[in-house]
């Protein structure tokens, strides 16, 4: 019977040792779990013709880390076909790193962390214009992301309105490349780029970080944006104290 807080099992098969390693990604950020080794080896009869083994219960914890992201300035290089254009543009966070998929209630790669998408409006643009700093209604300056994995994606997705109809919505899930267009609603680029965070306990500021389009095409708009990141670690726990190697019994 699987107990109803079970997270995951996993099992390693290899040659005898007495040293093994397995990472567990993906799990939720400032939690106690107990953990059961069991170690033994198939087939082999050691103690009075059965097979030998081992088990050890113990205790470990996760850290806690959020990700304040600002948006320090955003240039409009290109407003696209006309001047004086309307543009929106639309900012989310996707976990951009290679965690376990099998740790329920977690997010899994390609997954956005916000719950909403930032937004931002601007009217009668013109080529070389620039905005910023650029934040969200609730925290000034800052977009904060909590619970952050090892590596996050920005991602902000630029339209030029022609009809006032073209959606902002990012998208559901992580692209595979960057995308840029034109129809009759009308025009679009998009950018992103990963981010690997810290996993110390502390707090880490990044350098400027550019996110821009890039020269996509004569008609296409083209946009520039520097983002900033400010990353703290904390043990609210105890888990390092958690931390200590504890021998199988001989």
């Known amino acids: 019977m699987v107990p109803e807080n ?18 567990i990604d993906g799990l939720p950020h400032s939690t106690l779990f107990w953990f059961r080794l069991k170690a033994g080896v198939d087939g082999i009869a050691i103690l009075g013709g059965q097979p030998r083994s081992a088990t050890f219960v113990g205790k470990a914890g996760t850290l806690f880390r959020f990700c ?7 240039q409009v290089l290109s407003v696209g076909n006309s001047q004086n254009g309307e543009m929106d543009f639309a900012f989310q966070v996707y976990d951009g790193s290679n965690a376990n998929t099998s740790v329920p209630g ?3 790669p390609g997954d956005p962390l916000m719950t ?3 937004e931002w409006d601007f009217d009668d643009v013109n080529n070389g214009d620039k905005f910023g700093p650029l934040g ?17 994606v920005p991602y902000l997705l630029g339209v030029h309105q022609i009809s006032g109809l073209f959606g902002t919505a990012t998208p559901p899930t992580l ?6 267009g034109t129809d009759d609603l009308g025009q679009w680029s998009d950018a992103f780029f990963p981010v690997p965070l810290p996993a110390t306990v502390g707090t880490l500021r990044s350098p400027p970080l550019e996110l821009g389009t890039g020269l996509t095409g004569q008609e296409d708009i083209v946009w520039t944006a520097t983002l900033r990141l400010e990353t703290t670690v904390s043990d609210p726990v105890g888990a390092l104290t958690l931390v200590q190697p504890t021998p199988f019994p001989p």
């Not at 079970?6 to 990472?23: C, E, I, K, N, Q």
């Not at 969200?136 to 996050?152: A, E, L, R």
């Not at 692209?175 to 840029?180: A, L, N, T, V």
């Open 68 to 74: 304040l992201i600002g948006i320090d300035s955003l």
């Open 116 to 118: 909403h998408q930032q």
């Open 6 to 23: 079970h997270v995951v099992t996993w099992g390693m098969a290899s040659s005898p040792s007495r040293s093994h390693l397995r990472r």
């Open 106 to 108: 977690v997010s899994h």
């Open 136 to 152: 969200s209604n609730v925290q000034g300056p800052n977009i904060q992301i909590t619970n952050t994995h090892d590596i996050i």
């Open 175 to 180: 692209p595979d490349e960057r995308s840029h």
